[in-house]
């Protein structure tokens, strides 16, 4: 039997950092994980951070992955993989299955951070191919380069269904719907806006009625759903799908804990069956913690720090840590993993039906039922309202900020140079254009910001014409000189655009800016661009035809 | 079924193509990478039917935690496909309840 002070089970986030957090003070760590890659989920998240900088805000969740994972070796973590942890015993013990062989380990202090597993719902076909959880769309298409599908329908609008969606569409697959049977979206605004803004519908208040096909998916019923979760006769509706993807919800893995004998809460704001814990992370075991998602289903950035606090309460147990160094230490991750918690999809807030922002803004309705804010609602919002006007003719370029709810992410306000954008130090404000009149223009604004809400707006870029700078994650980048479609928030095409100008750097992580000319009419309302060939969903000059767009 | 470009993550760090026998047939995929990815990009979607009622099952969580992707590789029945790597020439087959098609 090996001793260490202490194991850590599981190497996603969470586990990765407490284990850093112990062994950068010296302490003697072990991580043990089943898979044959460290990092969890990280690596399959590709998008942007949300939150504020010490919380890696507006960086791709892989990019995290590979610094923890240099860390942790610069920390001098063991990172155990293809290690199978099957047993929690009296007096922190634990088996571990390694090579078809069973080891007996024991620490001083046990971390368990386990993660969380994607729960499911039933109907009739949900067995067949095709049918496949959305992390394991994350996993084919993000880690192995396959596309899971060809025409995806999407189960859930929570921040996987939502995030999955996108990055389904990065990678090449036409989704042909997202639909929930909640009659609100129940991810971030924005994350939804950047998806229908694409052209993808969403059916709220619907359910998955049948998956169709004898040896694999090749349709889907969908219907809408009553008050009462039953089908509205009279709605059904075949889609031409080949995937379905489940996106609806996550089930914390607390099996191991609740072995150990810890005491358990079932809860629903955390997902389910958890152990109860501390503020420190420990449970009802003394020296036992759980941290991440199997303690709550939350973020991965909330995850990162509960693991830096376990990692730290350890190290002062075993005596590395000084009482008063560690006091400032636990108040500063404290604080910043309060901040994380705060906002509409906080757990305070989480579930309940508000309606107006913290300033005392009525939510957009639309945004909520249809994943796009209508232009009459955005004008409500201080990152718009001051911004637009149709009466001056305002010379030079300004950002229109289309974040209209509170989540806790500030990128924006520090991407600024020139201080045109304020959240304040309440990271879950609304951001406000404090000064249109000093921006420069550089677009740092758009490409820092995780939900892709920030716009540019150059009004009299030409005689009846403005220039609008949006964020472009998809392939391939249109080229200037280009002409296009310009379509409004929903996806339904405007008008007809051209390429100006399409800017790329390290600094913007992938997201291009791209800025087309539309005409002045269009200012407030053109946010996307089309290609006419070979672009998402499949789009073409038939398709503005039938949108009832006009081409000029 | 294999992405060329990606926008973000560019190319996908691969092994080299190597050829693989699904049901007989000669298949192929890139080295190391999970058996079920391999089976996905060439368009197979049903790895194994239910023992009582033949019902086709294929990936579904692809982290190995559901098994329904399990097939017979190299003769050994219940493997998961998604987390086992790909090897050249291993031999893969459909799996009917526990075991593969008699021949």
């Known amino acids: ?552 | 079924m294999r992405i060329k470009e990606h926008p973000i993550l560019h190319t996908f760090p691969k092994g080299v193509t190597v050829p693989f026998f699904f049901d007989g047939k000669t298949l192929e995929g890139c080295e190391g990478e999970p058996i079920a990815a391999a089976l996905r990009a060439a368009g197979v979607m049903v790895h194994r039917h239910t023992s009582r009622f033949g019902q086709p099952r294929g990936i579904f969580c692809a982290i190995g935690r559901c098994t329904d992707c399990v097939m017979v590789v190299d003769g050994k029945p219940n493997v998961r496909t998604c987390i086992t790597p790909l090897r050249a020439g291993m031999q893969v087959q459909t799996q009917y309840g526990v075991s593969a098609k008699e021949v």
């Open chain 1, 1 to 552: 039997m090996k001793r260490y002070e202490l194991i850590v089970i599981g190497a996603g986030p969470a586990g990765l950092s407490a284990a850093i957090e112990a062994a950068s003070w010296g302490m003697k760590v072990i991580v043990f994980d089943e898979n044959v890659r460290p990092g969890g989920q990280l690596f399959k998240q590709i998008h942007k951070f949300f939150g504020s900088k010490k919380h890696k805000a507006k960086i791709r969740g892989f990019r995290i992955g590979d610094t923890l994972l240099k860390e942790a070796e610069q920390a001098g973590v063991t990172v155990q993989l293809k290690a199978t942890v099957m047993g929690v015993f009296n007096n922190k013990e634990i088996t571990v299955m390694m090579n078809d062989q069973i080891e007996h380990f024991k620490g001083d202090n046990i971390l368990i951070a386990t993660g969380a597993s994607e729960n499911m719902i039933t109907f009739p076909g949900w067995t067949l191919p095709g049918v496949i959880g959305a992390g394991a769309a994350q996993t084919l298409m993000n880690l192995h380069g396959v596309k899971p599908g060809s025409k995806i329908l999407m189960v859930g609008s929570g921040n996987v269904g939502l995030v999955v969606s996108f990055q389904l569409l990065q990678a090449g697959c036409e989704v042909v719907a997202i639909i929930d049977a909640s009659s609100r979206i129940g991810g971030y605004g924005v994350h939804a806006a950047k998806v229908a803004r694409t052209g993808v519908p969403y059916y709220l208040s619907h359910t998955i009625i049948q998956a169709e096909g004898e040896d694999c998916v090749t349709g889907a019923v969908i219907g809408e759903v009553d008050d009462h979760w039953q089908i509205i006769e009279g709605t059904q509706k075949k889609l031409d799908v080949d995937t379905i993807c489940l996106a609806v919800g996550l089930s914390p893995m607390s099996q191991l804990a609740r072995m150990a004998g810890c005491e358990m809460i079932d809860e629903a704001v955390k997902g389910g069956l958890v152990p109860l814990c501390s503020e420190y992370g420990e449970t009802s075991i003394p020296g036992l913690f759980c941290a991440g998602d199997v303690a709550g289903i939350e973020e991965a950035s909330s995850a990162m720090i509960q693991g830096r606090i376990a990692g730290s309460v350890a190290a002062r147990r075993a005596g590395y840590i000084l009482d008063q160094e560690f006091a400032q230490k636990n108040a500063d991750f404290q604080e910043s993993l309060a901040q994380l918690r705060e906002g509409m999809f906080g757990a305070e807030k989480k579930g309940k039906n508000l309606s107006h922002t913290d300033e005392g803004i009525p939510l957009s309705l639309t945004l909520l039922q249809e994943g796009y804010i209508n232009e009459a609602e955005i004008q409500r919002f201080p990152g718009f309202s001051e911004t637009i006007s149709s009466e001056t003719k305002t010379k030079g370029v300004y950002p229109v900020i289309e974040c209209t709810q509170n989540i806790p992410c500030n990128p924006c306000q520090d991407a600024c140079q020139q201080g045109c954008i304020s959240i304040g130090d309440r990271i879950t404000s609304l951001p406000i254009v404090t000064d249109k009149e000093k921006c420069s223009g550089c677009g740092m604004c758009v490409s820092s910001c995780p939900g892709q809400a920030i716009f540019l707006i150059e009004e009299n870029y030409e005689e009846d014409y403005v220039a609008i700078s949006l964020p472009y994650e998809f392939l391939p980048l249109p080229q200037p000189g280009e002409q296009g479609l310009a379509l409004d928030r929903s996806g339904q095409a405007v008008g007809s655009a051209e390429i100006v100008k399409v800017r790329q750097g390290k600094a913007m992580d992938e997201t291009a800016i791209v800025t087309m000319k539309v005409r002045a009419k269009y200012a407030a309302s053109a946010r996307f661009y089309q290609q006419l060939e070979g672009c998402l969903s499949g789009g073409s000059t038939e398709a503005l035809a039938m949108k009832g767009g006009e081409l000029e």
